[in-house]
């Protein structure tokens, strides 16, 4: 399976981004039942994860974007988005998805850059 992060790019501090994520080699069966998470590694810090939506459209946060990003999913198109609103500059970051179990190869991710 690949995973094709896209819609990075320069924001300035309280702008928006949506963040859309692809998977390629997997099935619409396969795809709806994996909890997707998304996930962000700034310079110097490990990979963390900022959230997650099940099968069920569950989701979880982590403390720091709660209430400014929104995750969700579109099954049919086996693509995870990732709403972020009200971004600073601790949001700068290599955004990545992937499923929660981390069966899946890591992508290049997308770069999101926060400055005024």
């Known amino acids: 399976v690949q995973l094709q992060a896209s819609g990075g790019g320069l924001v300035q501090p309280g702008g928006s981004l949506r963040l859309s994520c692809a998977a390629y080699?997997?099935?619409?069966?396969?795809?709806?039942?994996?909890?997707m998470g998304w996930y962000r590694q700034a310079p110097g810090n490990q990979r963390e994860l900022v959230a997650s939506?099940?099968?069920?459209?569950?989701?979880y946060y982590v403390d720091s974007v709660k209430g400014r990003f929104t995750i969700s999913r579109d099954d049919d198109k086996k693509t995870v988005y990732l709403q972020m609103n009200s971004v600073g500059p601790d949001d700068t970051a290599v955004y990545y998805c992937?499923?929660?179990?981390?069966?899946?190869?890591w992508g290049l991710g997308t770069l999101v850059t926060v400055s005024s």
């Open positions: 080699g997997t099935t619409f069966s396969e795809f709806r039942r994996k909890t």
């Open positions: 939506i099940g099968d069920d459209g569950s989701t």
């Open positions: 992937n499923n929660r179990a981390l069966e899946w190869a």
